[in-house]
């Protein structure tokens, strides 16, 4: 047997310090991709001087940003799209990938912040299903988070069987969404985020046990990228269900 191959005692085999270092990278760049989100969020919520909306009888004070983002949604889904694309293509290219990344990050957050302030203020009229939508879906997705990747990271179970259920989904709820513009039950749109809450929860599992068992890729970026897709995904599926029309 070769020497160098065996751990003896409390000195790890090189694999397993190379497997430890990569995940370092992974959730060290995906915790400071969730920072830039929440620091582009909180800056599009919060910064410049209000702008009035008007709609009917009613005005609202809002800041500039969600403001923009709320006339011209077209504008920023596309800037949020080209992000990612570059997030995407750089994450291999030292330097310049993280960079990308945390960018991107920054711009979902700034993308997401009318979707916040619609949601808690819908909340604040007392209609919603929780008091707080988007306080709890943050704390949810969290502890979600937390416990389905961490249940990977302690029994290194496989679930790499996951992968063609979850594209299959996703094909099925991108379908369903659509089938949403044109039926506009609430019950329905309530079923369809159950089920993503329930998908992104499965890609959790899925992504991170390919971090962990993967060896063909060292694409922390990448890895970390997709980490992030899927807590942001998971974050506004719950949201959706905690804005949802409480009954009177």
Do not use: C
Request: no cysteine; proline share 3%.
């Amino acid at each position: 047997m070769n020497p160098q191959s065996r751990s003896y005692g409390a000195f790890p085999t090189r694999a397993a310090v190379d497997v430890a270092s990569y995940l370092r990278r992974v959730y060290l760049l995906f915790t400071g991709g969730v920072f830039f989100a929440i620091a582009g969020a909180l800056a599009a919520l919060y910064l410049g001087t209000p702008v009035v909306l008007r709609g009917g009888d009613v005005a609202i004070e809002v800041a500039p940003l969600v403001a923009f983002g709320m006339a011209h949604p077209i504008v920023m889904l596309i800037v949020y799209i080209g992000a990612f694309f570059g997030a995407s293509f750089a994450r291999r290219i030292p330097g310049l990938n993280v960079a990308a990344l945390f960018g991107y990050t920054l711009i979902t957050g700034i993308f997401l912040a009318p979707t916040l302030f619609i949601a808690q203020l819908y909340a604040s009229q007392g209609g919603t299903l929780s008091a707080s939508p988007v306080r709890d879906a943050f704390l949810l997705t969290g502890l979600s988070f937390t416990g389905l990747s961490g249940y990977v990271l302690v029994t290194r179970k496989d679930f790499s069987f996951l992968g063609a259920a979850l594209n299959m989904g996703v094909w099925v709820i991108l379908g369903a969404m659509l089938l949403g513009f044109f039926f506009h039950s609430a019950a329905f749109q309530l079923a369809i985020a159950s089920v993503g809450v329930l998908l992104f929860s499965g890609y959790i599992l899925y992504d991170t046990s390919r971090i962990l068992h993967d060896r063909s890729e060292n694409d922390a970026v990448g890895a970390a990228l997709r980490l992030f897709l899927d807590v942001v995904n998971l974050f506004l599926f719950l949201l959706r269900i905690l804005s949802s029309s409480r009954e009177r």
